[in-house]
């Protein structure tokens, strides 16, 4: 029997707006806890709130319509996904700045979670990722599912229909290949 959450992500997946009303009370806590994941590794000072990018992450998804969400995993991976773009574009917006631009706003009022001084570590991240999608994107999103949605490798093994074993091991090669592109562009 699906869970109410499957139901829901199908008829958000038909355009119901009234579906996705009813869908982020359940998923909230879990895409507070993804957002949250992003601030582990950032110093205080940053710009951008949990909750800003959650909500930001969350319109994204359910402005998508006529898409087939295969589940609660499938749909926490693409708000991984999600979370990842929005921080990489306010990144790549925070060094145009750096060139010339206007001034930033802070809100104070959550725990923060991007710094202006990480950005050029979040770029070499998403254009590794990008550069490893090409090469292997099965690898691509083993990475993100594993990291940025913080799916466990049964998780996604589930999800793409493959071993654990071949997660595990996809997991590790492409770990090292983009600790080494990191490391050069950085």
């Known amino acids: ?11 958000v997946g038909r355009g119901d707006h009234d579906a996705a009303s009813r869908l982020l009370p359940i998923v909230y806590g879990e895409l507070r806890r993804l957002a949250a994941h992003y601030m582990l590794a950032e110093p205080p000072g940053q710009t951008m709130q949990p909750t800003e990018l959650v909500h930001e992450a969350y319109v994204r998804l359910v402005g998508q319509e006529r898409i087939s969400w ?8 693409m708000a991984a996904t999600s979370m990842r773009r929005i921080l990489v574009d306010r990144a790549r917006r925070k060094s145009a700045e750096k060139r010339g631009a206007g001034g930033e706003k802070v809100s104070l009022d959550d725990v923060p979670v991007f710094t202006p001084e990480k950005s050029s570590e979040l770029l070499a991240l998403d254009e590794a990722l990008d550069q490893l999608a090409s090469l292997s994107p099965r690898q691509s999103r083993i990475v993100e599912f594993r990291y940025f949605a913080g799916l466990t490798f049964e998780e996604i093994a589930k999800l793409e229909g493959l071993s654990l074993r071949t997660v595990k091991h996809d997991w ?6 983009l600790h080494r592109e990191i490391a050069r562009a950085t």
């Open 70 to 77: 295969q589940g609660r995993a499938h749909f926490m991976a």
């Open 1 to 11: 029997m699906p869970s109410p959450t499957s139901g829901l992500l199908r008829e």
């Open 172 to 177: 590790s090669v492409a770990r090292a290949w």
